[in-house]
């Protein structure tokens, strides 16, 4: 007690507490002058390690020192009335309540100030279906839309996307509150109601700031003049703002017209469903689009929404229909929409997302901006970029691309949910799992918010939890293959193998080699690969298993003519895959082992080399993550740096890496006898038993 009171009474407490509060403000004045001038990053990490120093030396110095007004001296030599109590306790006191105050500012301003919106940006919100038929939804949507891409076309206004504008539907919100949630100045909202072949169309600008209406309007047409309509609509709101604004109108945007209300109706049901983005509904937009084409052979959008749907369903995106197939379906109908209109955006956009599945990146990358040339506002254009960016080998362009999108369509669930990867494939779990939250409070009934949620408790270590978010999503889409596949492939890190199985399908030789069945998996990936001889992911998955069985001659069969040109760093093996660091990098890393396992020490050293330069290129591109780390430790153990392998493999155990594959790895081969390295194989274990143990018993509390 007398401790405690000669503690206080010397101001250690206060001391403390003023450290902290200051420690704290500093590291948040750090990230922000590390960002904004782009500073090394090891400067945030020395700085905390400095401040943490810094603390035990502050308490000792408060408990032997005192100011006074003399200056500082020895506690002991100060005077009873200049003692700490009526000195140094005021003065710390006030520097406290300061830096406590300048503390709750700054957590304000970071939280909830984001800054006036820029005064030419507008939202289209989804107009209310007044028709009393919930079947006319779509129609009511597709207007709004439509008038969404109109206002779009213009290069001086930001207009949000259709995903954000949208996630207000049926939400009695102010106006004012969902302009500041979308950042815009300017919201475009109305109504539609349609009987027969008539339709009453109505609709308002409001400026967001005063709430005020800047112009409104309501049409009672036939629906045979429905793009009249639209137009008439487009250029009353081009006239409000241009008095308003200043927006330079002069060549005016008009509606892409279709040769029958027909068409347009069913390509408005086309979009309603491929806006779901489940495997079933790409499906169901494929056929409204394919209908409208064949109603309107010469309506160009029907085009882009079937090639856009197509491609999506392959099984590098939503579906399980081979890459190739979508591609060459896609094809002749992306040519097609641009010999129709050559200057409509969506057609370049279609253009560039099919070339990235090709993986013709060049041809890719220049359809795109020329579709944003043509529509600065088109979000998925900037979206595809990003993803394009990604396979390019360019994370810190394509991360640019992705910004720019997200200030687009800032509530969208699919740019959310790659905000969400890329945040996660740089160590940010926190903002990834915000990010993921988004996805899931806009899109509740799609899987995609849970399926990320599921990925990064996986990766963090939260195994059990991320099964419980993985049986979200398939409740809610019980045939996606990305949650089957990733939950499968996380209960094979559980070690619940029977479930894992009926999951993976083709891919279950993942749960033969955790079970050392080499054997049957070996014939998995065979009868896969007979299948298809050149599938990339098949051929990876094939070697992989054959450097697991030792058959290193086949490992260089499969990857050496994918190697060629390795030595200034291309081939297929080194094309990225969206992933940074997955599948192509991991099959070098293989082909590697393979090459000096069969005494091409020379071959072998020389792509390690390159596959070093790469993952070295990632870490300068600010990427940071488990799977990265575990390739770094596999490249240390190819070069006979063990110790320095063993420090990362325990760095990654640390931090939440639990994947199956530790034990056995070719790669670490030259450690698996080592006391240390078997050591962190059973720390593996034991904290996945403890994380089986919490699914069991989560399990038992929902059956009881």
Same mark, same amino acid.
């Given at each position: ?88 306790? %005021? ?28 005064? %030419? ?112 609509i487009a250029k009353a709101i081009a006239t409000a703002l241009r008095v308003r604004l200043t927006v330079d109108v002069a060549t005016e945007p008009s509606v892409v017209r279709g040769a029958s209300i027909d068409a347009y109706n069913l390509y408005l049901l086309g979009r309603y469903h491929f806006e779901r983005r489940t495997n079933f509904e790409l499906g169901q937009a494929q056929r409204y689009f394919e ?100 396979r390019a080998g360019q994370p810190r362009k394509g991360f640019e691309a992705l910004q720019h999108a997200f200030s687009l369509d800032p509530l969208s669930p699919i740019v959310n949910a790659n905000m969400a990867a890329e945040w996660w494939i740089r160590g940010r779990t926190s903002d990834a799992l915000k990010a993921s939250q988004r996805v899931m409070q806009v899109a509740p009934d799609g899987p995609l ?30 045939e996606d293959p990305n949650s089957k596949l990733e939950l499968g492939s996380l209960l094979v890190d559980l070690g619940v193998y029977d479930e894992a199985e009926s999951l993976l399908d083709d891919q279950r030789y993942i749960v033969y080699l955790a079970q050392d069945n080499v054997e049957d998996a070996l014939a998995v990936v065979r009868t896969s690969l007979e299948e298809r001889p050149k599938h990339m ?168």
């Amino acid at each position: 007690m007398n401790l405690i009171s000669e503690l206080r009474r010397r101001n250690v407490f206060r001391m403390a507490v003023l450290y902290v509060v200051a420690a704290w403000l500093i590291m948040q004045v750090a990230e922000v002058l590390i960002a904004l001038a782009k500073l090394p990053d090891w400067i945030g990490p020395i700085t905390l390690i400095l401040l943490a120093v810094g603390f035990p030396i502050a308490v000792i110095v408060s408990w032997f020192y005192e100011i006074t007004p003399d200056g500082i001296s020895l506690e002991k030599d100060a005077e009873p009335g200049e003692s700490i109590a009526h000195v140094t306790g %005021r003065r710390l006191d006030f520097l406290v309540i300061s830096l406590l105050c300048a503390a709750v500012i700054l957590f304000a301003y970071d939280k909830w100030w984001i800054g006036p919106p820029p005064q %030419r940006s507008i939202a289209v919100l989804a107009f209310e279906n007044m028709s009393g038929d919930p079947e006319q939804e779509y129609f009511s949507d597709g207007i709004s839309e439509e008038l969404l891409n109109v206002l779009a076309q213009f290069p001086e206004l930001t207009v949000i996307s259709r995903s954000s504008a949208f996630s207000f539907k049926g939400k009695d919100i102010a106006i004012p509150t969902v302009a500041k949630q979308l950042n815009v100045a300017h919201v475009l909202e109305g109504s539609v109601r349609k009987a027969g072949n008539r339709v009453r169309i109505t609709a308002q600008l409001i400026e967001a700031r005063s709430d005020s209406h800047l112009w409104s309007e309501t049409y009672d047409r036939e629906l045979d003049d429905i793009f009249a309509v639209q137009d008439e609509i487009a250029k009353a709101i081009a006239t409000a703002l241009r008095v308003r604004l200043t927006v330079d109108v002069a060549t005016e945007p008009s509606v892409v017209r279709g040769a029958s209300i027909d068409a347009y109706n069913l390509y408005l049901l086309g979009r309603y469903h491929f806006e779901r983005r489940t495997n079933f509904e790409l499906g169901q937009a494929q056929r409204y689009f394919e209908d409208a084409i064949e109603s309107d052979p010469i309506y160009a959008p029907a085009y882009n929404g079937l090639v856009d749907s197509i491609l999506l369903q392959s099984d590098y995106a939503y579906g399980d229909k081979p890459v190739e197939q979508q591609i060459a379906i896609a094809l002749p109908l992306v040519e097609r929409s641009l010999q129709l209109d050559p200057l409509l955006a969506e057609t370049h956009a279609s253009l560039g997302f099919l070339r990235m599945f090709e993986f013709n990146l060049l041809a890719s990358e220049a359809a795109l901006i020329r579709a944003i040339e043509l529509n600065p506002n088109l979000s998925r254009a900037h979206l595809w970029l990003y993803v394009t960016y990604g396979r390019a080998g360019q994370p810190r362009k394509g991360f640019e691309a992705l910004q720019h999108a997200f200030s687009l369509d800032p509530l969208s669930p699919i740019v959310n949910a790659n905000m969400a990867a890329e945040w996660w494939i740089r160590g940010r779990t926190s903002d990834a799992l915000k990010a993921s939250q988004r996805v899931m409070q806009v899109a509740p009934d799609g899987p995609l918010g849970f399926r990320r949620t599921g990925r990064i408790k996986w990766t963090s270590g939260d195994l059990a939890e991320a099964v419980s978010w993985y049986r979200q999503s398939l409740d809610i889409a019980p045939e996606d293959p990305n949650s089957k596949l990733e939950l499968g492939s996380l209960l094979v890190d559980l070690g619940v193998y029977d479930e894992a199985e009926s999951l993976l399908d083709d891919q279950r030789y993942i749960v033969y080699l955790a079970q050392d069945n080499v054997e049957d998996a070996l014939a998995v990936v065979r009868t896969s690969l007979e299948e298809r001889p050149k599938h990339m992911r098949t051929i990876f998955a094939a070697a992989h298993t054959e450097a697991r069985a030792g058959h290193y001659d086949r490992v260089r069969l499969l990857l050496e003519p994918l190697a060629e040109g390795a030595e200034t760093g291309e081939g297929s093996l080194f094309q990225p895959s969206g992933i940074h660091f997955w599948d192509p990098q991991i099959a070098a890393l293989d082909l590697a082992v393979a090459l000096l396992e069969t005494g091409d020490t020379e071959a072998g050293l020389a792509l390690l080399a390159k596959v070093k330069t790469h993952f070295a290129f990632l870490r300068s591109e600010k990427l940071e993550h488990p799977m990265l780390r575990f390739q770094e430790a596999r490249i240390l153990a190819l070069e006979g740096r063990q110790d320095a392998a063993l420090g990362v493999l325990r760095e990654i155990i640390a931090t939440g890496w639990r994947f199956w594959y530790l034990d056995g790895d070719p790669a670490l081969k030259s450690m698996q006898e080592r006391r240390e390295f078997r050591s962190i194989v059973n720390d593996r274990k034991m904290l996945v038993e403890q994380e089986k143990a919490k699914l069991e018993k989560s399990v038992l509390t929902e059956v009881e």
